[in-house]
C-alpha cells in the first residue's frame, strides 16, 4: 500500500465517521417527530424527476433559474469524477474509470465543462450576494451567520471548481509532455493549459497531485460542513421533493385521522363513549405546538430549505409589510428541532424547555397573516409546502387553545348553527333565486327525477349581496341551456373550507360528513359551482370522505359550452372595453386552470390585458385562509389594495374575476381607489350573460 492511499484512508474515515455522527444525530431528531406514510410513490418517483431531474420550478425564473440548473446538473456530472477520485485514492489506482472505454472520454469531457460553467456560476451567486442588494437575501429571519453560510459554501464551491479544473490542467499537461496515454478528454482544460507554456512533466505532475489532494480535502470538508449550513439541500434537495405533497393538487390538505375518529362518533346518534377507540397514554395533541408535533416531512423540508427567500418574495402578507415569512417558518422549524431536539434525546418525549416554535419562534400576528394562497409552495424550487406548517400552527391554536381571532370564532360559530360564515337563516339560502325559476333536488327526486348536475351554490353565493348576483346570472345560463340540474337549497350548508384553513379541523369535518351525507343520499355525481374554495374542497378534500364527484368550476362548464357552440357570446356589449382577469389562488394554482377563464374572455370580443403578475404568479387578493372575515394584521397596505393598484394599473375598464371572496376584495379595492365611476368588476358569469343578452 503506498503513502497516499494510506492518507487517503485516514482521512475518507475521519470523513465518514464525522459525517455518520450528523447523520445520526438528525436520525434521532426525526424519531421525535410524527410518522406519515407516503403514497403514490411512482407519481411521486415522476414528479422528482420533473422538478429535480429538469428543474422545472427553478425554470420559472429563467435566467437565474439556468444557471441554477446548469450548476445541478454539472454536480451530478461531476459526482462521476469525485466517485472515480475516491476509488483511486483507496486502490493507488489512477483514472479507474476510464476502464469503461469511450464513453469515458465524454463524461470528462462534460466535468470539465460544467466545471467551468459552475465556476462561473459561482462568481456570479458571489457577486449577487456581495454586491448586489438583492431583496430576497434579507428579511427579518436573515441574521448575519446565514450570510457568512451562504458566502462560506458558495466560495467552497467555487475553490473545487478551481482545484477541478487545476487537476485537468495539469494532468493534460503531465500527458501530453511526458507521452502517456491520456485519460479522458478535457476541452476546456486542453484550452487553459496554454496559460503554462514552459511547465515541465515534472512539475506538472506535481500541481496535478496538488488539485488533486486540495479537491479531494475540500470534498470531504464540505460533505461534514453541510449538514450544519443551509447547503445541507446538495444532499436533501431531491429526496425532499420526493417526500413532498408532489403528488395531489396545491390546495389539497392532509386529513386529520384523529379527527375523523371523533367527529363520526359525535354525528352518530347510536355511538355511545364506549364506542371510543382507546388511547393508548397521552393523546394526541391536536395540531402543531412544537418542532416535534409536525411529521417527519415538515422536519426533512426545513433541513432541505435553501433559505432563497423565493417564497417570502412571493408571500402576499410579506409584500405588504407583515410580519409573516414563509421562509421563517421553515428556518425556525430547524432551528427549533436543533435547539430541543439534544434534550428530547436525553430526557424522551415528555422534555420541556420552556420554549415553543408556535407562540415562541413564530408568533400569532405571523400565523394568521397567511392567506393560504399557496404561492409559497408554488415558487419553492424544491417543493417544500410553507402553507402545511401554518396550518398546523393554526390547528393547534384553534383546536387546543381556542385562540382564533375574535372574528374568526364568530365565523365558526355562525357556520355551526347556520351552515354559513354569515349570521343568516339557512332556511333562507334559496331567497337568492326570488324570480328565477331553480329547480331543488329534493323537489325533483319526490318527482322520481335524478338531475345529471348539482349546482352547488355555496354560502357566499347564497347570502352575498354581491354574489348573489352572479349566481343569479349564472342560472340564467343554465336555464338558457336548459341544463339538466337542481340545487340542494336548503339543505346545502357550508363546505366547511373557511373553517379548514383557518385551523378549526373539527368544524370543517362535521361540515363535510354531513353535505356529503346529502349528496351521497341524491346520488350526486356531477357537481358545478361558481366558487373556486368549494371547488376545491369539495374536488380534491371530500373525496378523503367518501365523497366523489366530477367538480366543474362555472369557469370550465362555460368554457366546454362556448366550444361547443351552445352559448354565443360574439356581441358588442363588451367592445373596445379593456378587460383584465385576477386569477383566484383556488381556481389557478390551486388546481391549475388558468385558461377556462381566459378563453372564455378570448371568446367575448372586448381587448383583454394582463397584470404583471398572472396565471401562476398571480397574487392573492387578500381573502383566503379566512382573512376576509378578520382585520388584516398590521403591514404597510393591505392585500387588497396591492392587488387591485396591479389591476388598476393595465388600464382596464372592467375587472374581472371568477371567485365571490375575489369579488368582494376587489370590489372594496376599487371603492377604496375611488375608481368606481371608471372601473367595474365583474364576475366571468356576468360577461357571459351580459354578452348574451340573458
Ligand atoms: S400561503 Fe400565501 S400568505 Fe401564506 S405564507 Fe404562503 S405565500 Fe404567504
Ligand atoms: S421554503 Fe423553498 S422557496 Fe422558501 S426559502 Fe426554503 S427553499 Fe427557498
Known sequence: MTSKQI???????????????????????????????????????????????????????????????????????????????????????????SAIGPLYNVIMALVDIFGLIILIAMIIFLSRRLLLHVKRFHGIEMRPINEYDAVLALTIILLLMVSLLGMNIFYFKWATISHHELKGAYPVSEFLSRLFPFITASAAWTWYQICWWTHITLIFIFANILPYSKHFHVFLAVPNVFISKVDKPLGYIDNMENITKEVKMMMDPNASFDDAPEEEGNPERFGALDADDLDWTHYFNSLACTQCGRCTSVCPANITGKLLSPRKVMMNTRYRMKEKGPGLVEKGRDYDDGNHLVLGYLTEEELWACTMCNACAQECPIDINQPSIILEARRYLVMEESKAPAELNTIFTNIENNGAPWQFSQHDRMLWAEGLEVPVMSDLVAKNKKPEYLFWVGSAGAIDDRYKKVVREFVKILNYLKLDYAVLGIEESDSGDVARRSGNEMLYQMQALSNIEVLNGYEVKKIITCDPHDFNTIKNEYPDFGGNYEVHHHTQFLQKEIEKGTLNVNSDKFAGKKITYHDPCYLGRANKEYNAPRDILKAIPSVKVEMEKNRSFAMCCGAGGGQMFKEAEKGDKEVFIDRTEQALDTGADIICTACPFCMTMLTDGIKYKNKEEEVKNYDIAELVSISMGL
Open 7 to 97: 492518507i487517503f484512508i485516514i482521512l475518507i474515515f475521519i470523513t465518514l465517521a464525522v459525517f455518520s455522527y450528523s447523520i445520526w444525530r438528525y436520525f434521532e431528531f426525526f424519531k421525535f417527530t410524527k410518522k406519515k406514510r407516503l403514497k403514490n410513490l411512482w407519481l411521486r418517483l415522476w414528479k422528482t424527476i420533473e422538478v429535480a431531474g429538469f428543474q422545472v420550478k427553478i425554470m420559472r425564473r429563467p435566467v437565474i433559474g439556468l444557471v441554477h440548473a446548469l450548476t445541478f446538473w454539472g454536480f451530478l456530472m461531476i459526482l462521476f469524477a469525485s466517485t472515480e477520485m475516491i476509488f483511486d485514492g483507496l486502490f493507488g489506482t489512477e483514472k479507474m474509470f
